[in-house]
């Protein structure tokens, strides 16, 4: 039974990771400006493609016989609250929030990164986990080929 929380606690982390990242481009979304609207069909990806994470994580949980986590991670949070005291201050500029996001990004390929490293995750699991980690990182890379685009 420790071996199935232990595996419940990993599984729900990347849940509320996912979350994170949810809130974070529908935040970004909201933030955009008309010329950022290109950015939308990309972000609009990212949410879905966190729901489908988020599901596959939580029909594992449940069937570990866990609960299932509903919210976003504390630093999730704190990482907004910065991000919208900051928007105040610099605007919502292309690079600002593709940099924004990839920050988003590198917190969300931390997490994959630790749940892969427990030695308490289960086999089957880590490759759930895994093959996660590498749609995610598509995205980052994504995010930040964007972003460096508008550095020149």
């Excluded at 749940?115 to 490759?127: G, K, Q, S, V, W």
């Excluded at 986990?129 to 995610?136: G, I, N, R």
Aim: overall charge negative; proline content about 1%; hydrophobic content about 35%.
């Amino acid at each position: 039974m420790i071996e199935n929380a232990a595996t419940v606690e990993i599984l729900n982390d990347l849940i509320e990771i996912n979350n994170d990242r949810i809130e974070g481009y529908e935040r970004a979304i909201k933030e955009s400006t008309e010329e950022n609207a290109d950015l939308k069909p990309l972000f609009e990806h990212m949410i879905q493609e966190s729901h489908e994470c988020k599901m596959a994580l939580a029909t594992e949980v449940l069937v570990l016989k866990g609960e299932t986590a509903e919210g976003t991670t504390n630093s999730g949070k704190i990482y907004r609250t910065w991000m919208k005291v900051k928007g105040t201050f610099t605007g919502h500029d292309r690079h600002s929030i593709l940099a924004d996001c990839e920050k988003g990004e590198d917190a969300a390929q931390a997490a994959y990164k630790t749940a892969l490293a427990d030695e308490n995750l289960p086999h089957y699991l880590h490759d759930l986990v895994a093959q996660q980690q590498s749609k995610l990182k598509l995205s980052h890379d994504k995010v930040k080929m964007l972003r460096d685009m508008q550095q020149g």
